[in-house]
């Protein structure tokens, strides 16, 4: 059975930072890309980063990018996403996915999505 678990979040003040993880298990984590991804209230869900199997290929949006890092740990079969410099627009539920075809931000290219995890950032 196909499980992503994410954990991490919470509530942090804005300039703050917050570590999420994904653990990943039913499938070979480490022949997948993976992807985090972030849905607002009122929103649709969007793109936040990806990062290729082998961990050499990284990809952010342009709102993430130099304060969003992602990683991860093909032997503990988790990724994570470092988030620092917090802006209260980064408040959502955050998710990550498994892509058996390539690092990208196409949510139609991940086959297997976690139950996310709350993000809530005060101003």
């Known amino acids: 059975q196909v499980q992503l678990v994410e954990s991490g979040g919470g509530l942090v003040q804005a300039g703050g930072s917050l570590r999420l993880s994904c653990a990943a298990s039913?499938?070979?984590?480490?022949?997948?890309?993976m992807g985090w991804f972030r849905q607002a209230p009122g929103k649709e869900r969007e793109f936040v980063a990806a990062?290729?199997?082998?961990?050499?290929?990284?990809y952010y949006s342009d709102s993430v990018k130099g304060r969003f890092t992602a990683s991860r740990d093909n032997a503990k079969n988790t990724v994570y996403l470092q988030m620092n410099s917090l802006k209260p627009e980064d408040t959502a539920v955050y998710y990550c996915?498994?892509?058996?075809?390539?690092?990208?931000?196409?949510?139609?290219?991940?086959?297997?999505w976690g139950q996310g995890t709350q993000v809530t950032v005060s101003s």
């Open positions: 996915a498994a892509s058996p075809g390539g690092v990208t931000r196409e949510t139609k290219s991940y086959d297997y």
């Open positions: 039913g499938f070979t984590f480490s022949r997948y890309h």
């Open positions: 990062i290729s199997w082998s961990g050499d290929i990284t």
